[in-house]
């Protein structure tokens, strides 16, 4: 197969064993090419516009900028990327702020090999991709609840106060004033009844969304 049909991948994922895993399942279709891997969202940002892979493979949750922010960036600078996200917990609400925030996949790192050949190649011609399962339940899930209330921005935040940082430090992963973020912060213990942010953390936690 020459080179101008493969389809062109690029992985990202803070672990370099779950990198290795998927370059090496994907590597077995003659069709695909791995062209780049990156371990950070902001590094995830850079290659992408260095490599211009045909279809990008994105963690949800990675250190510093994540997944969700790294999505943004990108389809804010390039509107035809074809970005699936990746994800140990397939939680309908994020699968619903990652294709609100313009990914073209939602998919569990569970998945059969097969599988993730697939949603690869149909992603690839253009199509969107979602697994059953979480494309049922994104179907029944009731908006204006919980983290469902939550808009992409401030989904990103929440997630990143439930790590433990602070203010400041937000601002500037995601390049936006303290002001800016601070008042996030205040609609988001609004909209989901917290008094502080132990409690946005026991939240995340049970959502699987942080690890303890």
């Known amino acids: 197969m020459s080179e101008d049909q493969m389809i ?4 990202v994922d803070d672990h370099a064993l779950i990198r290795d895993g998927i370059h090496g399942l994907l590597e ?7 062209v780049v891997e990156s371990a950070t969202g902001e590094e995830a940002y ?14 949800v949750a990675m250190p510093g900028e994540g ?4 999505l943004r960036r990108i389809v804010r600078r390039d509107s035809k990327a074809r970005i699936i996200m990746l994800t140990m ?5 994020i699968a619903v702020k990652a294709i609100e925030a313009g990914a073209c996949g939602f998919i569990s790192k569970s998945m059969q090999s ?11 011609q253009g199509e969107i991709y979602l697994e059953a399962g979480i494309a049922q339940r994104m179907a029944l899930l009731k908006t204006g609840h919980g983290l469902e209330a939550l808009s992409g921005r401030e989904f ?5 106060l439930a790590e433990g940082k602070g203010v400041q430090q937000i601002a500037t992963l995601l390049n936006l004033s303290s002001k800016t973020v601070g008042a996030h ?18 939240i995340a936690i049970r959502k699987d969304i942080i690890t303890p």
């Open 185 to 202: 912060r205040t609609h988001i213990m609004e909209k989901l009844g917290c008094d502080n942010v132990a409690e946005l953390a026991r």
């Open 89 to 93: 917990f397939d939680d309908e609400v």
């Open 8 to 11: 062109r991948v690029q992985v």
């Open 28 to 34: 077995r279709y003659p069709d695909i090419s791995v």
């Open 67 to 70: 997944g969700l922010s790294a």
């Open 46 to 59: 850079g290659h992408y516009f260095e490599h211009h892979p045909d279809v990008v493979l994105l963690d």
């Open 114 to 124: 097969s599988a993730l050949y697939e949603a690869v190649r149909k992603v690839a």
């Open 156 to 160: 990103e935040v929440f997630r990143m």
